[in-house]
Nanobody, 124 residues
Framework: QVQLVESGGGLVQAGGSLRLSCADSGRTFSIYNMGWFRQAPGKEREFVAAITWSGGGIYYADVAKGRFTISRDNAKSTLYLQMNSLKPEDTAVYYC?????????????????WGQGTQVTVSS
């Protein structure tokens, strides 16, 4: 069983940085492919980044390329999202998710487990 808890969100000025963490209290984190998604008010949940179980495959949405970095530490059962050069349009609730599937990391329905989300607010 995967139990995901996000942390690290908060209020930051435009141009600033945040590092989100997603910790799994279960014992099987290392076999799951992981993703970060976000959802702004009135909008659908959108893909941000994904990383395969080994860390050998990394995928980014266009909005994240060059600014965000996804990583994982399987020994600590923790997923990270380093976000730099934040913009007001990055304001959203950020969720981490886990899947055993190895295709289509961009679609929320492909993920089986979700965290509760952490709020990121970027002021202009």
């Amino acid at each position: 069983q995967v139990q995901l808890v996000e942390s690290g969100g908060g209020l930051v000025q435009a141009g600033g940085s945040l590092r989100l963490s997603c910790a799994d209290s279960g014992r099987t984190f290392s076999i799951y492919n992981m993703g970060w998604f976000r959802q702004a008010p009135g909008k659908e949940r959108e893909f941000v980044a994904a990383i395969t179980w080994s860390g050998g495959g990394i995928y980014y949405a266009d909005v994240a390329k060059g600014r965000f970095t996804i990583s994982r530490d399987n020994a600590k059962s923790t997923l990270y999202l380093q976000m730099n050069s934040l913009k007001p349009e990055d304001t959203a609730v950020y969720y981490c998710a886990a899947t055993r599937r190895a295709v289509n990391f961009y679609t929320p329905s492909q993920y089986d487990y979700w965290g509760q989300g952490t709020q990121v607010t970027v002021s202009s």
